[in-house]
């Protein structure tokens, strides 16, 4: 009897048994908005490793257990997934803006760019925003850990009088420590006198 | 009274503060409830998130989740999925998401921690476990036939 249930066991195994009904499940690639298509490996239960990294490629796990590599249409997901993608929340973004030297004054240019600043943040419901300031390497550590600071929450200020939160702002100042152009001690980098706003 | 006031914001400012929060809701339509341990409570936008957080949306429900490491989920209508595990080292930015969709539909773009190592991110459904290496991605569930 013994015997028996383990012939009958093997010749499940060797069919490929799919003897209970399983969950059907899709996964699928799609590309992000710069087009870049990602990568996910898909393991059935009991199965092997599959990679998938085309557009709109796809593993379909079916309810007889089949496991089978799809391609789908854009309109497929669109009509599978639309609300679901609709719901995603909008992607982290990061701007630099650039200060004149010494002071905690936007320049010109950067004045202008905070407009495109705020228009993406305004269309975020609850941003969560860092506000990171930066100096070049003018001056003793200190001072420009001061400055980077002073800059930080100079941005914010402005963020807040464009009508952001003040609590949903977060902001530091890291000094000289972090040049977006390396240079020597002392060199006036008018790169390097900046804030970073994470948003996300 | 005073007191009283000052005590309320104090307690304000530390349910802000939870350090336990690993996301947020960002999006949240029609029916979204989040199941914490033996309660559930409605999901608004705004609402923190914890590990062992199950998102249960119904028949009009939708929600975008942000993580602390940037990862993006949203679950669609008559869905079910739990965070399992997530951890995530702002510092090295090593971590661990995983993700079980019991049910319905996610679209996830993966955040930080895939970029530091990729398959630190893993959804599960009932059949099959996907690891992520990058980015954006769909997955779906039927609901189970009932015979």
Redesign the interface.
């Given at each position: 009897m013994v015997r028996h249930l383990w012939v009958i066991a093997a010749a499940f195994i060797a069919a490929g048994c799919s003897c209970a009904?399983?969950?059907?499940?899709?996964?699928?690639?799609?590309?992000?908005a710069d087009g870049?298509i990602?990568?996910?490996?898909?393991?059935?239960?009991g199965?092997e490793?599959r990679l998938i990294d085309t557009k709109y490629g796809a593993?379909r796990?079916s309810?007889d257990g089949k496991v089978e590599k799809v391609t789908l249409s854009e309109d497929e997901?669109k009509s599978?997934?639309g609300?679901?993608?609709?719901?995603?929340?909008?992607?982290?973004a990061s701007y630099t803006l650039y200060f004149l030297e010494g002071k905690d004054e936007l320049t010109p240019e950067s004045k202008i760019e905070l407009d495109k600043v705020f228009a993406d943040l305004r269309h975020?419901?609850?941003p969560?925003i860092a506000v990171i300031g930066h100096t070049d390497t003018r001056g003793g550590l200190e001072y420009n850990d001061n400055l980077s600071r002073a800059r930080a929450e100079r941005m914010r200020e402005m963020l807040v009088g464009l009508g952001i939160p003040a609590?949903r702002i977060q902001v530091a100042g890291r000094g000289k420590r972090e040049l977006l152009v390396p240079t020597e001690d002392n060199v006036s980098e008018p790169r390097n006198r900046r804030v970073e706003i994470n948003v996300? | 009274m005073r007191k009283f006031l000052i005590l309320l914001v104090a307690l304000g400012f530390a349910g802000t503060a939870l350090a336990a929060d690993i996301g947020l809701v960002k999006v949240a339509k029609g029916s979204v409830q989040i199941q914490r341990g033996a309660t559930k409570i409605p999901a608004t936008v705004g609402t923190g998130l914890q590990q062992a957080d199950v998102v249960i949306t119904g028949a009009d429900g939708s929600a975008g989740i942000t993580f602390t490491d940037n990862s993006l989920v949203s679950v669609g209508p008559n869905s079910v999925f739990a965070i399992d595990k997530y951890r995530f080292d702002t510092t090295t930015h090593a971590g661990e998401f995983e993700g079980n969709l019991k049910q319905g539909r996610l679209a996830a773009v993966s955040g930080k921690m895939v970029k530091q190592s990729p398959d630190s991110m893993k959804i599960r459904t009932p059949s099959a476990i996907m690891g992520v290496r990058g980015t954006e991605f769909v997955v779906q569930v039927d609901e189970t036939k009932k015979n």
């Open positions: 009904p399983v969950t059907p499940a899709l996964f699928a690639v799609v590309p992000a870049h990602g990568r996910i490996v898909v393991t059935a239960n199965g490793p593993e796990i309810a997901i599978t997934f609300p679901t993608m609709e719901a995603l929340p909008g992607r982290p975020r419901p609850l969560d609590e996300r | -």
